[in-house]
Nanobody, 112 residues
């Protein structure tokens, strides 16, 4: 049974940083396409970043240059380093394995 558990969300001031973690069980992050999505109330879930099995990455234009997705294969985790956070980054962030399996989400709030 695949499980994805996100952590690391919270409240941060504009310009600050957070690192989200996604711990996977029942599957290997190293051989799957892993991604982060986010969602705000009343809006569709949107792509934030992807990392493919061979290591290539892709980012939404709104986060390019500020967010970095990576994997820790030893810990079977996917990470999202978020820098220079803006109020519009406020959302629930979800980890996904190939958009088939999803975590429960972690809230990120950027506010002064």
């Amino acid at each position: 049974q695949v499980q994805l558990v996100e952590s690391g969300g919270g409240l941060v001031q504009p310009g600050g940083s957070l690192r989200l973690s996604c711990a996977a069980s029942g599957m290997l992050v190293s051989v799957n396409a892993m991604g982060w999505y986010r969602q705000t109330p009343g809006k569709q879930r949107e792509l934030v970043a992807w990392i493919l099995s061979h290591g290539s990455t892709n980012y939404a234009d709104s986060v390019k240059g500020r967010f970095t997705i990576s994997r820790d294969n030893a810990k079977n985790m996917v990470l999202l380093q978020m820098n220079s956070l803006k109020p519009e980054d406020t959302a629930v962030y979800y980890c996904t394995a190939a958009t088939i399996h999803w975590g429960q989400g972690t809230q990120v709030t950027v506010s002064s």
